[in-house]
């Protein structure tokens, strides 16, 4: 068996995605600003990582090992012979990879792209126009009536 410490700053070890909190794992950086595109787990826990250490446990047997804070500290990597846990509550990161990219990645759905009305405001001045002369041509009948 092996133990491989998580290097990320204890303060910056959980964080929030679409509502779940997640616990922040890598075996080689201390600050996870400085990754681009994480890699997340889903069983047994919630665990986002770098990819660097993601394919380092890539079809690893393991274990993650949490402080009395529930923060991530660890992971215990083991050998097929040596492992003791329940597959069903310990599985290897490959089960997981599948499973979790269902639940993370969202489609959205396309937006259909509309035409943009194209305005003529030549015509529509001329529109404008004729209505105008119809009111007073319709205003000068109706003077003409009344006298």
Do not use: C
């Not at 990819?51 to 804070?69: A, H, T, V």
């Not at 012979?81 to 499973?99: A, F, L, R, V, W």
């Amino acid at each position: 068996m092996t133990t491989v410490l998580n290097l990320i700053d204890k303060d910056k070890r959980f964080a929030k995605h679409s509502g779940r909190e997640y616990n922040v794992f890598s075996r080689t950086l201390r600050n996870p600003s400085n990754i681009e595109k994480w890699v997340g787990l889903a069983r047994p826990n919630w665990v986002l990582m770098d990819p660097e250490s993601y394919w380092s446990l890539r079809g690893e047997r393991i274990e993650w090992i949490f402080d009395d804070e529930n923060s991530l500290t660890g992971v215990k990597v083991h050998q097929n012979e040596e492992y003791k846990g329940e597959s069903k509550t310990q599985p290897d990161i490959e089960e997981m990879e599948e499973e979790v990219a269902s639940k993370i990645v969202e489609e959205r759905p396309t937006i259909e792209k509309r035409e943009t009305p194209q305005i003529d405001a030549e015509q529509i001045e001329e529109e404008h126009t004729q209505k105008e002369d119809e009111v007073r041509e319709i205003s000068n009948t109706v003077d003409e009536l009344e006298l």
